[in-house]
């Protein structure tokens, strides 16, 4: 198992990436730099790409609809090439609320979308004549859509690797299923490793039938905050995961149309996700966060002592994660880093 681990996009980018090389030091085999509306992740991952030698550098995520397909998959074969091979392409559709809010483009068929995303990235990474002809998108452009005066090009670089691995972002069942079908890895959100096999299980193992072998086993990146700690300072952890959880399950979305929600839901949280939801929605912010279940946070924040949280990492490993994600928190995270290094070797 990897050990994995955000930038936050709330610091500020050059002491980020200073902690980042202490922390790829210390064992972290991969970062992600997060992409909401924010700062860009590809100026910041380039620059990590510059004071990094080890660990992978993956964009955590890539909306795939801020960019056209052509001008992601440059990107990536750009930050491979500055990386020596170590970018991760991570994608997905992001939110109506931030595709349709803060970049004004309709926020439609995230499914087609991300399949022929995909497709596409992969065609331009092999140099071939970025010929295309999707449900959404179009290469060349058809003459009675422009001037007609577009070209098949390939790209002009030579990539370092023929195959960037990608990462979906995905939650839904057929956007799950699609990413066990083509994608090298998946990035669920709020994966609860006790009851994840009863919610994806089914959903992945349909995309698992069409996957082609030269993709091989799919990567699963999944965790929480870690520490080796008292209950007292445990508790205090996993408070300070109810106004994230809340502000997604409760606030990230309409009432009808929040993807979280859903996901909590599939759980079994079903009372606890609807009395969120309203809450939140309410303006009853701390009420919403005091409703996240306790369950829920002693299973995904993984704070106590030495035997719970090596359970914790030995649960996740069972449920199918290949990528410990983690927050290293307390007085000695290297420490933290090493501990978990020697479990998951």
């Not at 972290?28 to 660990?55: C, K, N, Q």
């Amino acid at each position: 198992m990897k050990l994995s681990t955000s930038l936050s996009y709330a610091a500020d980018p050059r002491e980020g990436v200073r902690r980042a090389t202490e922390l790829e030091r210390a064992g972290i085999d991969m970062f992600w730099v997060p992409e909401a509306y924010s700062f860009d992740a590809v100026s910041i991952l380039g620059y990590l790409a510059a004071h990094t030698e080890r660990a992978e550098l993956a964009s955590g995520i890539l909306p795939i609809y801020s960019r056209t397909p052509s001008l992601t998959a440059m990107t990536a074969a750009g930050l491979d090439a500055i990386s020596g091979g170590r970018f991760v392409l991570g994608i997905g559709a992001s939110g109506p609320q931030v595709i349709e809010g803060f970049h004004g483009v309709p926020y439609d068929r995230p499914l087609q979308r991300t399949r022929e995303l995909i497709e596409i990235s992969r065609k331009l990474w092999r140099r071939e004549r970025l010929e295309y002809d999707g449900e959404v998108y179009q290469l060349p452009l058809p003459p009675e859509q422009g001037t007609g005066l577009g070209k098949p090009l390939k790209l002009i670089n030579h990539p370092v690797r023929e195959r960037i691995p990608i990462f979906v972002a995905s939650l839904g069942p057929k956007n799950v299923a699609m990413t066990a079908e083509l994608a090298e890895g998946w990035l669920p959100v709020f994966f609860h490793p006790d009851r994840a096999h009863e919610v994806w299980g089914e959903d992945l193992e349909r995309g698992r039938q069409r996957r082609a072998p030269e993709l091989g086993e799919l990567e699963i990146v999944a965790g929480g905050a870690v520490e080796i700690c008292d209950e007292q300072r445990a508790k205090e952890l996993r408070d300070q995961a109810r106004p994230m959880t809340a502000l997604y399950v409760g606030g990230m979305g309409s009432r009808d149309r929040n993807f979280y929600n859903n996901v909590f839901r599939r759980y079994g949280y079903e009372a606890e996700a609807e009395e969120i939801q309203e809450l939140y929605l309410s303006g009853r912010k701390r009420e919403a966060e005091e409703a996240v279940p306790d369950d829920f946070l002693r299973a995904t924040v993984l704070a106590g002592d030495e035997g719970f949280v090596r359970d914790r990492v030995q649960a996740y490993a069972a449920a199918g994660v290949t990528h410990l994600s983690i927050t290293p928190t307390g007085d000695d995270p290297e420490a933290t880093i090493a501990k978990l290094k020697e479990w998951t070797s």
